[in-house]
């Protein structure tokens, strides 16, 4: 098993042998019973004090991965821990798996190392940044933006958007309304896309004209934890021919909300809320986004895609 420490790194010396012992064992470079080097030739090797290397021995042996016998020294266990592992332990573990791969080849280490920082060098961004400052609206557009979208998607408010660290690996969109203050905000250099949002979702105006006017006076529900979307819900069926008294409007971050939905033929809400309705009940989804915004950032999905594979 090869080591190296590095003194200088932010990482803690335990720590950095810790990950490393875990590694060779995660990618079968230390197999079961092979035994660990004492903790007096750590130290001796990388001229620490031999209660670092100690402290992280015991470290592996309370996470399963090692353990003493008594007068012979450290070994990997037969068997390795139960429990999941981490997203970081995945992660290594694939490293791992790539490096002893590559020795098997033949390839050095230097070239080894040096595709990877090729790789890295055309990553493309990985992730969704929903730049939107209500809380209720941005969790909403960001569901339809996970329900069509192979990137995920996260959120932040346009007083965050101008943080290097959270722009990292993102491609920033925005409501029409908020794009001015944006862009004043974001880094110069940086491309912010303007989502396209519909008016009335197809689907809900289709419903509602099959359901009118021979159906005008039942009880109708409206839901959802946006006031605004409250207000438009409400605004929308009573110009379509329904009388304010037949609408049950619910506002979804009270207690209680789902009392009478039960008895409406019909609830109008935002795509997180048709997830909390009460069993039973028919939703009427009012989408944000429509196919033309989902087929404009499927594009540039794709254009991502296949414009940063290296050579």
């Not at 007096?40 to 016998?69: C, K, M, P």
């Amino acid at each position: 098993m090869r080591l190296w420490l590095n003194k200088s790194a932010e990482v803690s010396l335990r720590e950095q042998l810790i990950t490393q012992i875990v590694l060779a064992i995660l990618s079968r470079e230390m197999l079961p019973g092979a035994r660990l080097p004492s903790t007096r030739d750590l130290a001796r090797r990388f001229q620490i004090h031999s209660n670092t290397a100690s402290a992280a021995y015991r470290e592996l042996e309370s996470q399963g991965w090692v353990e003493f016998r008594h007068g012979s020294g450290v070994f990997v266990r037969s068997a390795r821990p139960t429990t999941a592992l981490t997203p970081e332990l995945a992660i290594d573990q694939l490293i791992g798996e790539l490096s002893a791969r590559a020795r098997k080849l033949g390839a050095p280490e230097t070239l080894l190392r040096a595709r990877l920082r090729r790789w890295l060098s055309f990553e493309p961004p990985a992730r969704w940044l929903l730049i939107e400052p209500d809380p209720e609206l941005c969790r909403i557009v960001m569901l339809e933006m996970e329900q069509e979208l192979a990137l995920p998607v996260t959120g932040c408010t346009p007083e965050e958007c101008n943080d290097q660290v959270r722009l990292a690996g993102a491609t920033p969109v925005v409501l029409p309304s908020k794009a001015v203050r944006v862009r004043q905000i974001l880094p110069a250099g940086v491309e912010l896309t303007v989502l396209k949002v519909q008016p009335v979702s197809p689907e809900l105006q289709s419903h509602l004209q099959r359901y009118l006017p021979e159906h005008g006076k039942d009880l109708i529900g409206i839901a959802s934890r946006w006031s605004e979307f409250q207000r438009i819900a409400r605004t929308m069926l009573i110009a379509a021919g329904l009388a304010p008294e037949s609408l049950l409007v619910c506002d979804a971050t009270r207690p209680g909300w789902k009392r009478g939905l039960e008895a409406a033929s019909g609830v109008v809400c935002d795509a997180v809320t048709a997830g909390e309705l009460p069993a039973g009940c028919f939703p009427l989804v009012f989408r944000l986004l429509g196919p033309d915004s989902f087929a404009h950032l499927r594009g540039i999905e794709a254009a991502l895609s296949s414009s940063t594979q290296p050579a």
